[in-house]
């Protein structure tokens, strides 16, 4: 028995892909030529689209930023840490994954809104995004350096601090080399979720053109305006971006694995 599926198998899942995936990302793109390549390039490089786009992209970049360093921190602690509550904290990490997004942005605007019980005061504004952001990606950088840290051989560390290193040492030169890999995807998966996240920010970021509208938002109000052919354009953008995020990923990951099995 070799574990295959055999060409059934093969067949229902590329059936259940087309079904899921590629049909509707056909339908979508054929959409946003309707009008043409003119009417599609014109779509795109509205000056708003462009600035929801330029946010977009700008505090993406700064939650992923942002991932690298506290989800690889949360990971550490609770990898190498005891400490009590450790099993809810470690549950708490996947709730992103589970809870409606427009929940975590009526949870923030009720935290940093306009009457904010703590004085902070985070509505319509680029950081509130941020926040936003943040909080829905935040599992992936932790779950995907979790794993790997466990593996961790833990008598290199201790071979290293007995050769005089100091912590910092240790992890630049020792453990660095072994979760950059995991880093760096779990930063990519969360820039591709924050590029096309809507629910988290639709209250605290204020849809302010220019300023806090996020390009998810910008193609809902195309599509309230009934121009749905520009919000499929745009659309597609953010498609093109997210896909291309994912395929550096792949490439990165595979030559990776591919170094690690010539070095056994």
Known sequence: MTGSVGPLGIATAVLWLSIMVLLPLAALTVNSFEDGW?????????????????????????VALINVFMGTLIAWVLVRDEFPGKGIVNALIDLPFALPTIVASIVLLSLYGP??????????????????????TLP?????????????????EQAAASLGADNWTTFRTVLLPTLAPAIISGTGLAFARAIGE??????????????TQMTSQYIQQQIEVDRPVNAAAVSV????????????LRVFADRTARKEQEAR
């Open 115 to 136: 009457q904010s019980p703590v004085g902070v005061h985070l509505n319509a504004t680029q950081p509130g995004i941020i926040v936003a952001l943040a909080f829905v």
């Open 38 to 62: 003119s009417g599609f390039w014109d779509a795109v490089t509205a000056p708003r689209a462009i600035d929801s786009l330029k946010v977009t992209i700008f505090v993406s970049i700064i």
């Open 198 to 211: 809507y629910g988290s920010v639709v209250l605290i970021g204020g849809n302010i053109p220019g300023t």
């Open 237 to 248: 953008v953010l498609l093109a971006i997210s896909f291309l995020t994912l395929l550096v």
């Open 140 to 156: 992936f950088v932790v779950r995907s350096v979790q794993p790997v840290l466990m593996e961790v051989d833990k008598e290199v």
